[in-house]
């Protein structure tokens, strides 16, 4: 029986991959052809989606992007096993896009059928949970800190250190809580993890939970994400059903439990200490800081909270040991990033490689330039927060430190490309406009500033008092920077004054006037 | 109504018992009735030992909780940074003068509700927009309208 492997990613889903599905089902029943469908995570190649894939004995090949309309000549064309078409790409696994990249959190993604629990352990899943149950608590934080792993949520704060801070401190209670409130414009690994291979995320949990001794765990996902959410729930019930969650964990003497935990629209809640308070029922405010969550988190008790990507990388680096990963990448970005290729590019999509590579490599020889054809003039990293990088910047490698210099940040490695017919101008109000919408409240320099800051900018774009408003553009974006509570109205900044200070003719100035 | 405040009361004694209740509980409501009226804050606040105003600033803070019933489909346009530079400013416009409505605004025939959303994590394939719980990726103006004229008729 041949299987035909079309995703259930979200992306995917709304390019059309439901209706291929149903149409390939139709028209092998039709033709008496016994196949199995396997709804498997997206390999990350959007351009490309629908993308429908038969297992060969050379390999899976690929056609795509498949419509409907299309699935009769596949049929006729022989795709089942292989067979040439115009919407043949090749083997999978030989395409250029795939070819180079150093997939470590995404090694399954693409690959297996996500809800299936056999298929995950098939695919060397759960051998770094057995690795750590057989381990002390002590030695499973010194792996993590030793690996290099640093928060991928965008801090880029040690993820070892932030464990080793809830191991040593003593509670009755303590908590592992996954921040999937991934709301950056530009950014979907996470979700493309969730849906694409729950298992490894539920894994690097467990493996969190047993390091530092919590008992429960609670993914925080977005409700804009439906599929996310029920493709976490169908696996969560079959690790429980198998042993890997809840009492006993493999007939050990430790206990995880973990639920899933929808949010409701609040970019704010991504915060750290605003989603621990949406979990406990409460508005996203922005705790004060000290004390860290590690000291007094969720409920007032220790509390681990990562990112999406930095937990589902525990289980390959508890596999294959903390030297496996800490061989990739640069300085001190160490291992893979999975970086998402987004906005006006040819080829949007995941690339997980190690740090170092260029902005320039990814935007041209993996993202094939704009989706327009238009040249592209500026590159926003790292969400709404994260600052806008002109064409002379674009041979920067990919790196914490090396962004730092240029006043900018990596983030979540969201990449989100505009072509010369954007207006930075209005960038920057709208930087302004939706920090407005979604603070919190708690801090003047976010709440206000906000609204002011949208009220200056259409001053700018308007041109009446300009000299004058440009200057209170930067005397506020100074304000908000050192004065707010959170990364929210603290960042908000970076992409006004990016646009500001790299494309100056866009808010009415000679770029030599700026300099001056 | 009877019917509804039985449902309502339903939901509290199936959610007050989880830690961290409040927000289950107010999407459990949700999704059964379609919105949070606000003459059930009294008895959600009264189950979990919270005071009325909580359970209003919990409602209101969050963009997805709504308290007025919804037209029977929403359209979610996404306004994020990605779709912006693929379009969606004239997406936008199109779509809400097509409606004739703004964004928070419900059709006069209460068949379209039109509300923003900042990113639905099809960035790869922008712009992107949500008709109920379905994403659709690289939309055209007309394919939208394609979308809601098939919604009406179904609706």
Not at chain 2, 34 to 60: D, F, M, R, W
Not at chain 2, 114 to 119: A, D, F, I
Not at chain 2, 123 to 143: F, H
């Given at each position: ?79 089942l ?62 792996q ?165 990507i ?19 990448g ?58 806008y ?21 990596l ?22 406009e ?24 259409d ?14 553009v ?29 494309f ?13 | ?22 927000m ?80 928070h ?30 994403v ?20």
């Amino acid at each position: 029986m041949n299987t035909v492997y079309i995703p259930r990613d979200s992306s995917a889903l709304s390019l059309g991959a439901n209706q291929v599905a149903a149409a390939i089902a139709k028209k092998a029943a039709a033709r008496h052809l016994p196949i199995q469908i396997a709804r498997n995570g997206s390999r990350g190649m959007f351009w490309l989606e629908p993308l429908v894939e038969v297992a060969t004995p050379h390999g899976r090949m690929a056609y795509g992007p498949v419509t409907p309309e299309q699935v009769s000549s596949l049929f006729d064309a022989g795709f089942l096993d292989g067979g040439d078409h115009a919407l043949c790409l090749g083997l999978t696994d030989e395409l250029p896009w795939m070819k180079h990249q150093e997939r470590l959190t995404f090694a399954r993604v693409g690959i297996t059928d996500p809800v299936s629990l056999q298929d995950y352990i098939a695919h060397d899943g759960y051998k770094g949970l057995r690795n750590a149950i057989a381990m002390a608590p002590q030695d499973i934080v010194q792996q993590v800190t030793d690996s290099g792993l640093r928060g991928r949520g965008g801090a880029a704060f040690p993820t070892g250190i932030k464990w080793k801070t809830v191991l040593e401190a003593t509670a009755e209670q303590k908590y592992i809580v996954c921040n999937a409130d991934e709301g950056d414009s530009g950014t979907f690994s996470d979700r493309m993890i969730m849906e694409g291979d729950p298992f490894v995320l539920i894994e690097g949990m467990t493996i969190a939970g047993i390091a530092v001794g919590a008992t429960q765990g609670y993914i925080y996902v977005r409700s804009e994400y439906p599929h996310s959410i029920a493709a976490l729930n169908l696996a969560i019930k079959s690790a429980y059903e198998a042993g890997y969650l809840g009492r006993g964990i493999l007939g050990s003497q430790l206990d995880f439990y973990l639920e899933v935990r929808r949010a409701a629209g609040a970019y704010v809640c991504g915060e750290e200490t605003a989603l621990l308070e949406s979990l406990e029922g409460k508005r996203g405010l922005v705790r004060f800081k000290p004390p860290l969550p590690a000291i007094s988190g969720l409920f007032g008790k220790p509390t681990v909270i990562n990112n999406v990507i930095s937990l589902a990388t525990v289980p390959i680096i508890l596999d294959k040991g903390s030297a496996y990963y800490r061989d990739y990448g640069m300085g001190r970005s160490r291992g893979t990033l999975p970086i998402q290729l987004a906005g006006n590019i040819k080829h949007g999509g995941l690339v997980e490689k190690a740090f170092g590579i260029t902005l320039r490599e990814l935007l041209y020889d993996y993202g094939g330039g704009s989706a327009t054809g238009r040249p592209i003039k500026a590159v926003q990293v790292g969400g709404p927060l994260g600052a806008y990088l002109p064409e002379s910047q674009f041979d920067t490698p990919l790196d914490y430190e090396e962004f730092s210099k240029l006043w900018a940040v990596l983030g979540h490695g969201g990449i989100v490309a505009f072509d010369d017919t954007v207006d930075m101008a209005h960038m920057a109000r709208y930087a302004f406009e939706f920090c407005a919408i979604e603070s919190c409240g708690k801090c003047t320099p976010c709440r206000i500033g906000s609204t002011r800051g949208v009220e200056v900018m259409d001053k700018i774009i308007a041109g009446t008092e300009h000299a004058q408003s440009v200057a209170l553009v930067r005397d506020l974006s100074d304000t908000m920077l050192n004065g707010s509570l959170c990364a929210l109205g603290g960042m908000t900044p970076y992409p006004v004054l990016s646009a500001l200070n790299h494309f100056p003719e866009d808010f009415g100035l000679l770029k030599k006037e700026q300099a001056a | 109504m009877h019917d509804q405040q039985a449902r309502i009361k339903s939901h509290i004694e199936s959610h007050r018992h989880m830690a961290g209740a409040l927000m289950p509980l107010l999407h459990a409501i949700q999704d059964d009735l379609g919105y949070i009226p606000e003459e059930c804050y009294n008895l959600v606040a009264k189950a979990l030992n919270l005071s009325i105003a909580e359970v209003h600033g919990v409602v209101t803070f969050y963009h997805h909780f709504r308290t007025k019933p919804p037209g029977r489909h929403v359209l979610q346009v996404c306004r994020a940074e990605s779709c912006q530079a693929m379009g969606c400013t004239a997406l936008e416009t199109h779509v809400k003068s097509a409606l004739g409505i703004d964004y928070h605004e419900t059709t006069s025939d209460g068949t379209i509700t039109l509300e923003p959303v900042y990113c639905l994590g099809n960035c790869a394939c922008s712009p992107a927009i949500m008709l109920d719980d379905q994403v659709y990726g690289r939309v055209s103006p007309q394919q939208v309208e394609h979308l809601l004229a098939s919604a009406r008729e179904v609706s």
